[in-house]
């Protein structure tokens, strides 16, 4: 077994195998919240190894990416993660997903692994921390917004997968790092910008 990447209290995040995504392919049938209020249905039946599979879009740079699952102390899997390093821009680290079974949820356990990630992306070199977020998930933009994030660019009509929302590109600068140096660098998300 892989060691974890990086560790909070509660969980332990570390490359998820492909021997593991029908595991999280349960988790997402058991535990829907997520997928109704992003995309207004269930998961899908290869949900899982969409998010498995998936890669940045073609126009962005990007030096490495981590689908991670996230396991408790009894080693049972309880979320995933999905982690881009340097996407946009070097120093650019982008959470495209941070998916924890309902249960966990308002409990703490997101934020305690956040501190986590965050502290793991500083040693990687991040200046920044960067995600997208669904408007309609109001749980969501509150989390991000109580940890720091900033919201960006915003996009309407992201058709998300079964539901067309308004998404919001956020970013949560580090140390000394300034938002306004992030977006002379990635102007494509600059509020108002009509880049791809």
Not at 112 to 130: F, K, N, P, T, V
Not at 157 to 174: E, F, H, I, Q, S
Request: charged content about 25%; some cysteine; hydrophobic content about 40%.
């Amino acid at each position: 077994m892989a060691e974890p990447l990086f560790a909070s209290a509660d969980l332990a995040a570390r490359p998820l195998r492909a021997d593991e995504v029908p595991a999280l392919q349960a988790l997402f049938n058991a535990n829907p919240f997520y997928f109704r209020t992003v995309n207004g249905r269930d998961a899908l039946p290869d949900e899982a190894q969409q998010e498995f599979d998936e890669r940045p879009p073609p126009h962005l740079s990007w030096r490495a990416q981590r689908v991670l699952g996230l396991f408790d102390a009894a080693g049972q899997l309880q979320g995933t993660a999905v982690i881009t390093e340097d996407l946009g821009t070097p120093g650019c680290c982008h959470l495209g997903l941070l998916w924890l079974v309902d249960a966990l949820h308002g409990r703490g356990v997101g934020q305690r692994w956040h501190a986590a990630y965050e502290d793991w992306a500083r040693r990687q070199g991040a200046l920044w921390l960067r995600l997208g977020v669904v408007q309609a998930n109001t749980r969501a933009t509150r989390f991000w917004t109580q940890l720091g994030y900033q919201r960006l660019r915003v996009r309407e009509g992201v058709d998300t997968g079964g539901r067309v929302n308004t998404r919001w590109a956020m970013l949560k600068p580090l140390d000394k790092a300034s938002i306004e140096d992030y977006l002379t660098r990635v102007p494509r998300d600059r509020p108002g910008s009509t880049l791809p």
